[in-house]
């Protein structure tokens, strides 16, 4: 069965950074692209950033790039998202999402709230 | 970006009816479209992709349609387990867009 487990939000200030992680288990993550998608009560669902199964294509959200680094380890069956810079604005329930162009599986999500 | 618009917004109706969703996107994106369902406090589930095949596991009662700039979702007889957010996403551009929801009710 395959399992996404996304762990590391937290309450964090104005201009703070935070590490999200994902943890990937019940297929070849390997041989997966992988995606952040997260979604605000006001803003519905959002893409956020994508990463191929190699690491060697990369692309993000206008809104967060510059601010969001995706990385992953397959060796660890892991992804990660690396947010700098938060604002207000990136108070969301993130979630990691497999597949190239839609997603079919996600984890249970993660809280992100950026307060002072 | 290209923006998806779902309507309705919400959407009442009973068991058994007969229920469609629409999704429109501001330029065409041939057939490369999904469809989720989102029960409340879970993560959105892969209904439909490539706007009309049907993901492993889904009852047939769901099925999409559609192609260019306007596309379909319908439920043939809703049963009590489809009373959820549906949201729409294309892939035509790198940028992944998702419509604002569909909420379907109980009426």
């Known amino acids: 069965e395959v399992q996404l487990v996304e762990s590391g939000g937290d309450l964090v200030q104005p201009g703070g950074s935070l590490r999200l992680s994902c943890a990937a288990s019940?297929?070849?993550?390997?041989?997966?692209?992988m995606n952040w998608v997260r979604q605000t009560p006001g803003k519905g669902l959002e893409w956020v950033s994508y990463?191929?199964?190699?690491?060697?294509?990369?692309y993000y959200a206008d809104s967060v790039k510059g601010r969001f680094t995706i990385s992953r380890d397959n060796a660890k069956n892991s992804l990660y998202l690396q947010m700098n810079s938060l604002r207000a604005e990136d108070t969301a329930v993130y979630y990691c999402?497999?597949?190239?162009?839609?997603?079919?599986?996600w984890g249970q999500g993660t809280l992100v709230t950026v307060s002072s | 970006d290209i923006q998806m618009t779902q309507s309705p917004s919400t959407l009442s109706a009973s068991v058994g009816d007969r229920v469609t969703i629409t999704c429109r996107a501001s330029q065409s994106i041939s057939n490369w479209l999904a469809w989720y369902q989102q029960q409340p406090g879970k993560a959105p589930k892969l209904l439909i992709y490539?706007?009309?095949s049907l993901e492993s596991g889904v009852p047939s009662r769901f099925s999409g349609s559609g192609s260019g700039t306007e596309f379909t979702l319908t439920i043939s007889s809703l049963q009590p387990d489809d009373f959820a957010t549906y949201y729409c996403q294309q892939y035509n551009t790198y940028s992944r867009t998702f419509g604002q929801g569909t909420k379907v009710e109980i009426k």
């Open positions: 999402a497999r597949g190239v162009d839609y997603f079919d599986n």
């Open positions: 019940g297929f070849t993550f390997s041989s997966y692209s």
């Open positions: 990463i191929s199964s190699s690491s060697s294509t990369i």
């Open positions: 490539r706007a009309s």
